[in-house]
């Protein structure tokens, strides 16, 4: 298995859609939306690019870390960052 650490750069693109706030989709530069799983179309529908980005393991992300997100996109082709649980915090 190939990890994050062993990857030097990766370019991604990195999506929203107005049906789920606050939850980003990460995928490959090359990996345009009519090429995408029908799941992650039925998920993102309009979805609208809001960043491209070259991520590297030390890079700084705001909610994980760069290396994560690799391994994702390593592994399942994509990654999916879901809003945060609005529980968390509150105890």
Do not use: N
């Amino acid at each position: 298995m190939t990890h994050a650490t062993e990857i030097s750069a990766l370019e991604v693109d990195v999506y929203k859609t107005a049906a789920r706030p606050l939850t980003f989709l990460f995928v490959p530069s090359e990996l345009q939306p009519d090429c995408w799983p029908a799941d992650l179309c039925a998920l993102f529908r309009a979805p609208e690019k809001v960043l491209s980005i070259t991520l590297t393991p030390d890079r700084t992300l705001a909610a994980q870390s760069a290396t994560t997100v690799m391994e994702a996109i390593r592994a399942r082709g994509y990654f999916l960052q879901l809003p945060p649980d609005p529980q968390i915090g509150r105890r």
